[in-house]
């Protein structure tokens, strides 16, 4: 038995675990390369290295196992830096995307904006097409369509396309041959996703958000997990790379280059798992999962020994997704900023509330029961006005809000 190692990397951070084939655990630690992860992975790796009084080559060719969890899709999807994405959709359903089911982030403010849109209006094009919900073709296949829209696509600067038809999961003809266009028409482009690889599944407006999601951080993933491979290569590690999910488990790059989706709050429930296998060991099987990194903090409930692993619509990240239930405090220019929902990062623009509860909010001068009434989505803006009280209770269920005095002015059916 060789060495196995695990790897995360953070926005601050890459730790590393090593166990050892005698058994033994060692921990390191080594600054992330913002600018190319696979940098501060392979620097790490080195470092483990040395301790052993081996050279990296030699190291890596001992190695048997390599498990990674990374933050490349989270950090796209917080500094909206992702590819240049368009859309080829069915007729009709240009616009879908923009609706969101009418679901507003601050439900009082009436002023405040959406989230940035993925792909610009000018950059999702109509195709005529139509499948039945049995996977009957109602309308054929507009090529010329498809090909005048890639062609657009090419002209506005877009590096990776998503495609969304309706009833696609159940005939995915058209979607297919729309690949095969692209690729003639746009042969070098970066990435292309088909909702019904992405999202097998209805409703519509979250296969298409989903899938835009997708295609976003598609391409980073796959140049970032490309390059860690060939440089594994090249210091002579011939074993798997396994790349940890938001479910809790692990899958090869291959597959998450083509559902980079997979990879969104990733990180985060890999420390879930961790911490469960720990107190599990201790014979603990009520307790909190406490991740502080640089950027955010994270926070899960575990009972009876078991983490929640729910799909669920994730507002922030606009997809469905499988992952750990918990709760997320980001750091955002200087400010903390309380989320509800599964561990993740978001920027504001990238997304919408948490999933199923409120965020108690804590301002300047305002005390903890006022923040603890006041449970709307709202900013923070010093980490030191939130207190532990306010951490721990918003991992609680809530009471229902308190009904709104009528006016005496005003009537209550007005």
């Not at 921990?27 to 992330?32: A, E, F, N, S, W």
């Not at 005048?148 to 998503?162: D, F, H, M, T, Y």
Request: glycine share 10%.
């Amino acid at each position: 038995m060789g060495f196995r190692v695990g790897v995360d990397v953070g926005g601050t951070f890459t730790d590393l675990i090593c166990v050892t084939p005698s058994g033994e655990i060692l921990l390191d630690k080594t600054p992330t390369t913002l600018d190319d992860q696979s940098t501060g992975v392979m620097n790490g790796l080195e470092q483990l290295a040395q301790r052993f009084d081996l050279e990296l080559e030699a190291f890596c060719r001992d190695l048997d196992i390599l498990v990674h969890g990374t933050t490349t899709a989270d950090n796209t999807m917080i500094e909206m830096n992702g590819a240049p994405t368009g859309l080829l959709v069915t007729e009709g359903h240009r616009d879908e995307i923009e609706l969101r089911r009418c679901h507003k982030e601050e439900i009082w403010d009436p002023n405040y904006p959406g989230p940035i849109p993925i792909a610009r209006r000018r950059a999702r094009i109509p195709i005529p097409e139509r499948m039945d919900f049995e996977g009957n073709v109602l309308l054929d296949l507009d090529e010329e369509a498809v090909r005048r829209g890639v062609q657009r696509l090419k002209k506005l600067g877009v590096r990776s396309i998503a495609v969304m038809y309706l009833f696609s999961f159940v005939n995915p003809s058209h979607e297919k041959r729309t690949r095969e266009i692209v690729l003639e028409e746009f042969p070098d482009v970066e990435h292309i996703s088909l909702s019904h690889e992405v999202m097998p599944r209805g409703p519509e407006f979250e296969r298409v958000s989903t899938t835009l999601v997708n295609a976003y951080v598609a391409p980073r993933i796959a140049t970032y997990t490309q390059n860690l491979q060939d440089k594994l290569r090249r210091a002579g590690y011939l074993g798997p790379l396994l790349i940890m999910q938001s479910t809790g488990g692990v899958m090869p790059p291959d597959y998450v280059s083509r559902r980079a989706v997979t990879l969104l709050a990733s990180g985060p429930t890999g420390g879930v798992m961790g911490a469960t296998v720990a107190a599990r060991a201790a014979g603990i099987g009520d307790f909190v999962a406490v991740d502080m990194g640089g950027t955010s903090f994270d926070i899960c409930l575990v009972r009876h020994g078991r983490p929640e692993i729910k799909t669920d619509w994730n507002w922030r990240y606009r997809l469905l997704h499988r992952a750990a239930h918990g709760r997320r405090a980001e750091r955002r220019r200087g400010r903390w900023v309380d989320r509800a929902g599964p561990p993740g990062r978001a920027a504001r623009g990238a997304g919408v509330g948490g999933l199923g509860a409120r965020s108690g909010v804590l301002r300047p001068g305002r005390d903890a029961s006022e923040c603890d009434r006041r449970r709307c989505g709202a900013r923070l803006t010093s980490p030191s006005t939130v207190s532990p009280a306010v951490a721990c209770t918003s991992m609680l269920p809530r009471r229902a809000p308190r009904s709104r005095t009528t006016s005496p002015n005003r009537s209550a059916s007005s």
